[in-house]
């Protein structure tokens, strides 16, 4: 073990001699999961909305309070007429049209219904559905408030009525950062695993140095381990760092499962992605090469791991994708442990399905590493 011994100093002096990589390994992760979970927000608000009132009766205006008064729409213009709203809507300073016709009130308390015009910019698609879902369901509030005021019924005539009462669980108050912080962080320590990692080899490549080891006595697995045991460590201090000072202490985010689990699949995972910067760098002659390959990678990790979108709404073949991908059973295991308190129990398939990638990875980087004699 003597060989690597001397790998992994050598290791640790490169890494923290160099004054360029120490940020990018510490100080960016860190900073950027305590901005992105402000900005990947499920919740949309600030809809701008014209509202053209062709009635102008107390009910029209009562409806244009109770949509202003909800919190996610604002006001950017009472329109004159369709045309002028449309405009708004082009210009992209409108992203909804509500027109309501003229007569509202009186042909409501005559026939007892109305019909309302609501038009949508569909180019942003989660914004538009979102939008046009909010703004039907506070007109339907609305219609059964009047619905109650034009025709009153007596307590005994009412038809009787289902309440459902709703119960959240593990995120109660629907807090869009406890889902969010976890899966950001895995993705943040596979940046630092797959990146550096793979960057510390095609750096040897290009300044020579690799050629003294090529010619030394050290075996294969002995040059692969001492590459991935300091980035190992590296990514063991990351999240620590990420979960303890920013998930736990500045978005309050409290595991209800076990640490010692956590931690356990979390040195799992990283065998297995630290294997895969490795992967990399065998394939690689420069970092640009190996930057390039990484990052075509990180994207379709990111991208297809849940992080954002559910895996089940993908179509079939990008499940599978999304399947093959280490990152999904990671961000899945943080929130099943962070936010379920699931056991080891629940994880077991996740375990084994590490165990794999790891497996692979690693063997299929000692393999295509060439050590010439």
């Given at each position: 073990?003597?060989?690597?011994?001397?790998?992994?100093?050598?290791?640790?002096?490169?890494?923290?001699?160099?004054?360029?990589?120490?940020?990018?390994?510490?100080?960016?992760?860190l900073i950027?999961l305590?901005?992105?979970?402000?900005?990947a927000?499920?919740?949309?608000?600030?809809?701008?909305?014209?509202?053209v009132?062709?009635?102008?009766?107390?009910?029209s205006q009562?409806?244009?309070?109770?949509?202003?008064?909800?919190?996610?729409?604002?006001?950017?213009?009472?329109?004159h007429?369709?045309?002028?709203a449309?405009?708004q809507i082009?210009?992209?300073?409108?992203?909804?049209?509500?027109?309501?016709?003229?007569?509202?009130?009186?042909?409501?308390?005559?026939?007892?219904?109305e019909?309302?015009?609501?038009?949508?910019?569909?180019?942003?698609?989660?914004?538009?559905?979102?939008?046009?879902?909010?703004?039907?369901?506070?007109?339907?509030?609305?219609?059964?408030q009047?619905?109650?005021?034009i025709q009153?019924?007596?307590?005994?005539?009412?038809?009787?009525?289902i309440?459902?009462?709703?119960l959240?669980?593990?995120?109660?108050?629907?807090n869009y950062?406890?889902?969010?912080?976890?899966?950001?962080?895995?993705?943040?320590v596979?940046?630092v695993?797959?990146?550096?990692c793979g960057?510390?080899?095609?750096?040897?490549?290009?300044?020579?140095?690799?050629e003294q080891?090529?010619?030394?006595p050290?075996?294969?697995?002995h040059?692969?381990?001492g590459?991935l045991?300091?980035f190992?460590?590296?990514?063991?201090?990351d999240?620590?760092?990420g979960?303890?000072?920013?998930s736990?202490?500045?978005?309050?985010?409290?595991?209800?499962g076990?640490?010692?689990?956590?931690?356990?699949?979390?040195?799992l995972?990283?065998?297995?992605?630290?294997g895969?910067?490795l992967?990399?760098s065998t394939?690689?002659e420069?970092?640009?090469q190996?930057?390039?390959?990484?990052?075509?990678?990180?994207?379709?990790?990111?991208?297809?791991?849940?992080?954002?979108?559910?895996?089940?709404?993908?179509?079939?073949?990008a499940?599978k994708?999304?399947?093959?991908?280490p990152?999904?059973?990671?961000?899945?295991?943080?929130?099943?442990?962070?936010l379920?308190?699931?056991?080891?129990a629940?994880?077991?398939?996740?375990?084994?399905?590490?165990?794999?990638?790891?497996?692979?990875f690693?063997?299929?980087?000692?393999i295509n590493?060439?050590?010439?004699?």
């Amino acid at each position: 073990m003597r060989p690597l011994r001397f790998l992994l100093i050598k290791e640790f002096k490169q890494i923290f001699r160099n004054k360029t990589l120490l940020p990018l390994i510490f100080a960016l992760p860190l900073i950027q999961l305590l901005i992105m979970p402000l900005a990947a927000d499920y919740e949309v608000k600030n809809i701008y909305i014209n509202i053209v009132d062709n009635d102008h009766s107390s009910y029209s205006q009562e409806l244009t309070a109770k949509i202003l008064a909800s919190g996610y729409f604002r006001l950017s213009e009472a329109g004159h007429s369709f045309d002028e709203a449309f405009k708004q809507i082009e210009s992209d300073e409108a992203d909804l049209i509500l027109e309501i016709p003229p007569n509202f009130k009186r042909n409501l308390l005559r026939t007892g219904s109305e019909k309302l015009f609501i038009a949508v910019n569909a180019i942003n698609g989660t914004k538009a559905n979102l939008g046009g879902s909010y703004l039907s369901s506070i007109i339907g509030d609305f219609n059964q408030q009047i619905s109650i005021d034009i025709q009153p019924l007596s307590p005994a005539s009412r038809p009787k009525a289902i309440e459902v009462t709703s119960l959240n669980w593990f995120n109660p108050y629907l807090n869009y950062k406890i889902f969010m912080v976890p899966a950001i962080l895995v993705i943040l320590v596979t940046m630092v695993g797959a990146y550096m990692c793979g960057l510390n080899i095609v750096k040897e490549k290009e300044v020579g140095t690799i050629e003294q080891i090529n010619v030394s006595p050290i075996k294969k697995h002995h040059y692969i381990l001492g590459k991935l045991i300091p980035f190992w460590i590296i990514g063991m201090v990351d999240f620590s760092i990420g979960f303890f000072l920013i998930s736990w202490l500045i978005y309050g985010i409290v595991p209800i499962g076990s640490m010692l689990l956590l931690y356990s699949y979390l040195a799992l995972f990283l065998v297995a992605i630290l294997g895969f910067g490795l992967l990399i760098s065998t394939y690689s002659e420069t970092q640009q090469q190996a930057m390039s390959v990484a990052f075509f990678f990180m994207m379709i990790f990111i991208l297809m791991s849940g992080l954002f979108t559910s895996i089940d709404a993908m179509p079939g073949w990008a499940q599978k994708i999304a399947y093959a991908n280490p990152v999904t059973y990671f961000i899945e295991v943080m929130r099943m442990v962070v936010l379920k308190g699931s056991g080891l129990a629940h994880i077991t398939k996740h375990i084994f399905i590490m165990i794999g990638f790891a497996i692979l990875f690693n063997t299929w980087a000692i393999i295509n590493y060439r050590k010439t004699s």
